[in-house]
């Protein structure tokens, strides 16, 4: 073992993983734009004071899980648990005009113990839009990520949706949830036994069979909505129908965030554990931005966890990007300066092209050449240098017009590029 290894709970994300994670990325960033969303790049550490105000004190993100550290100028800084607190503080802070619609790609940084699909640093994509009461905005949301899944071809997803009511109707809520539960508090997990009058939403999410059984008997917050929310949550739930989106009704999909209000939803995929298998969360957080000192301002976005989303693909087998593999090799065996040279001009002309460097053998180069996955060596020796030469000897199937594995022939240099851009196409 190499004395120093990625941190716990921590991966390196090396080729060809992360042309899958890349292609990803991509694929997420074009759908985002192309409904308006604009990529926003903000620090990755803030005040912790922004999560414990924003995300909820009395969350395990807070509680448990953020990394926390004083820096050198004596602020109390947190590393970024997730990506939508950061976005409100920056729309507070620099006031762009409403709507504002807005994704990311980041890095988040959890304290939670490591297993597959659950990282100490892992990876959202996400959005968030700011301005709108509009339901229809909750389900372009919605859409958002259901056409990330399907233009995946992802097919083992469900998409769960409930309403947490808003300041009207969860308070309300929140108190006859406390009076049952103050009646069945010992019959609680041993971490809520204490906690849940904190906030006793908390333990409507708890997965823990002894929380499980307690809400069982619990009063539901679908009997307690007020007519405005119950009105959103059927514009909401009809929108999806007319966009062909199915969805299944969870009472206690309350999410792990304090900042909700109204619609809640999560994607999971069944090929996944069912700790890990939510691969996409959010919902409207309408209090959020005057909770962080900003003018009242409704909100909605969600975020999708790229590792989860890539362990869903693997699982059932979808093919992320066609890797973006080396296309030609240049095999030079008089000094390098025509392998140089021509994979200059190769990647120039848009193809993927590589070379062997400190004076290799021969046969070294061949070897490298065909680990590479190239389709095409191009050789220079001193017969092709003095004749102004390159030998291609194709190594696999070639593209339409090129010749089969196995034959080769002599190509003008000058006429090189042109003639391998077009058998590789
Ligand atoms: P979240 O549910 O805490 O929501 O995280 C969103 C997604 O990040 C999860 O569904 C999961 O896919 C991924 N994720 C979370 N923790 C981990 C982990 N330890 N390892 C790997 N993946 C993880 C939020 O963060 C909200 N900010 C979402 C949101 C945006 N709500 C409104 N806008």
Redesign the pocket.
């Known amino acids: 073992m190499s004395a120093f290894q990625a941190p716990t709970?921590t991966r390196d994300v090396l080729a060809p993983e992360s042309s899958r994670f890349e292609s990803l990325v991509a694929r997420f960033a074009r759908l985002a734009e192309l409904a308006g969303y604009g990529l926003v790049v903000s620090p990755m550490f803030e005040d912790v004071a922004l999560f414990s105000r924003g995300?909820g004190e009395a969350t395990d993100?807070v509680t448990k899980?953020m990394y926390v550290f004083e820096d050198k100028g004596g602020r109390t800084i947190a590393l970024r648990?997730?990506?939508?607190?950061p976005?409100v503080r920056a729309f507070v802070q620099h006031r762009p005009v409403l709507p504002w619609k807005a994704w990311y790609a980041t890095p988040?940084f959890?304290y939670?113990r490591?297993q597959a699909?659950?990282?100490?640093?892992?990876?959202?994509l996400?959005?968030?839009a700011l301005g709108p009461q509009d339901a229809d905005l909750d389900v372009e949301v919605v859409a958002l990520f259901e056409g990330l899944r399907r233009s995946l071809g992802l097919e083992g997803v469900e998409l769960r949706v409930n309403s947490m009511g808003d300041a009207a109707c969860l308070p309300g809520y929140r108190a006859v949830l406390a009076s049952y539960l103050s009646d069945h508090g010992e019959e609680l997990c041993a971490d809520h036994r204490t906690s849940w009058s904190r906030n006793p939403l908390r333990v409507l999410d708890c997965k823990k069979q002894a929380c499980v059984s307690v809400r069982a008997g619990a009063p539901l917050l679908r009997d307690a909505l007020c007519d405005a929310c119950e009105a959103h949550f059927d514009r909401f739930l009809s929108g999806l129908g007319s966009l062909g989106i199915r969805w299944t009704r969870d009472d206690f999909l309350v999410?792990?965030?304090d900042?909700?209000t109204r619609t809640t939803f999560?994607?999971r995929a069944s090929g996944l554990d069912a700790a890990?298998d939510?691969?996409?969360?959010?919902?409207?957080?309408n209090g959020l931005v005057e909770e962080l000192g900003g003018p009242p301002t409704p909100?909605?976005?969600?975020?999708?966890?790229?590792?989860?989303?890539l362990l869903a693909c693997a699982v059932e087998g979808v093919e992320l990007a066609p890797e973006r593999a080396t296309e030609v090799f240049v095999v030079d065996v008089v000094g390098g300066g025509s392998a140089r040279d021509l994979t200059d001009a190769l990647r120039r002309a848009g193809v993927a092209a590589d070379r062997a460097f400190d004076g290799r053998s021969l046969k070294s180069q061949l070897k490298q050449a065909d680990r590479s996955g190239a389709r095409v060596a191009c050789i220079v020796g001193p017969e092709e240098e003095a004749a102004g030469v390159v030998t291609v000897r194709w190594m696999r199937e070639s593209g339409a017009g090129g010749p089969g594995p196995g034959r080769q022939e002599r190509v003008a240099r000058g006429d090189l590029v042109e003639a391998v851009a077009r058998w590789t196409r």
Do not use: K, S
Not at 81 to 85: H, L, S, V
Not at 117 to 124: E, I, L
Not at 278 to 285: F, N, V
Not at 299 to 309: L, N, Q
């Open positions: 709970g995300v993100v899980e648990p997730e990506g939508t607190a976005v988040c959890r939670e490591p699909g659950r990282y100490r640093q892992f990876h959202q996400g959005v968030e999410r792990g965030l900042y909700y999560e994607f890990q939510t691969i996409c969360g959010g919902g409207r957080y909100g909605i976005g969600f975020a999708a966890g790229v590792e989860r989303i």
